[in-house]
């Protein structure tokens, strides 16, 4: 478990650095233009940071339910190898999918104007400002997003049905309560993290702020 937490911890840090530190650098010198490179790059990590935070999330998911439903085989069926390997191909699948999407932006014409309505390089904005049909950009986006966010919720929710008919068969009361504790932040964090972007990137483009 502290294996799959330092991932997290570093794959957020990481995430955050990706936007914060330029945005910082945006309100303390009042320059808030970036050149197409840059502005691509920060594209491509947020993407692949936020997939790999959806991944590792449900893996941490998997791990909880190993570890309350099936305590004794814990350590063989979460070793550190499985961990390591788990962690590396989620990381590599989520930098890949990330470079699909740079690649189709690569792909389209940017003829003006060059304002992006975001404090960062959002993909959906960046889009925006194409002069051509990006079409292929949004549906490849949107299965990515359905890959990525409604396929993670629904192996947790699976996870959890199962960690929860688990813990009603507990017998004491601090069973139940190291049990709930051992969840509740981690429910937390999947709620905010993947039910904010389904909302984001999925709900129709009438509900996006920005378009209001």
């Known amino acids: 478990m502290y294996f799959l937490l330092s991932h997290l911890a570093i794959d957020d840090m990481s995430y955050a650095s990706g936007n914060v530190l330029k945005m910082l650098e945006n309100l303390m010198s009042q320059n808030r233009a970036i050149s197409f490179i840059p502005c691509l790059m920060q594209t491509y990590l947020y993407l692949a940071f936020a997939h790999a935070e959806c991944l590792i999330l449900v893996v941490m998911s998997y791990d909880r339910f190993v570890a309350i439903c099936h305590?004794?085989?814990?350590?063989?069926i979460m070793s550190w190898r499985v961990c390591t390997v788990l962690g590396v191909t989620f990381c590599m699948f989520s930098f890949l999918l990330a470079l699909v999407h740079v690649i189709l932006i690569l792909r389209l014409p940017f003829c003006g104007p060059h304002e992006i309505n975001h404090f960062f390089c959002e993909i959906l904005s960046v889009l925006k400002l194409a002069c051509a049909d990006t079409w292929l950009n949004e549906v490849v986006f949107f299965v990515a997003c359905v890959f990525i966010l409604v396929g993670p919720l629904s192996l947790v929710l699976v996870s959890y049905m199962h960690i929860l008919v688990a813990i009603l068969r507990i017998q004491s009361g601090d069973g139940h309560r190291k049990a709930f504790s051992t969840c509740s932040s981690h429910l937390c964090v999947i709620g905010l993290f993947i039910g904010s972007a389904i909302i984001t990137?999925?709900?129709p483009k009438s509900h996006h702020p920005e378009e209001q």
């Open 71 to 76: 305590p004794l085989h814990y350590s063989v």
């Open 201 to 203: 990137y999925m709900a």
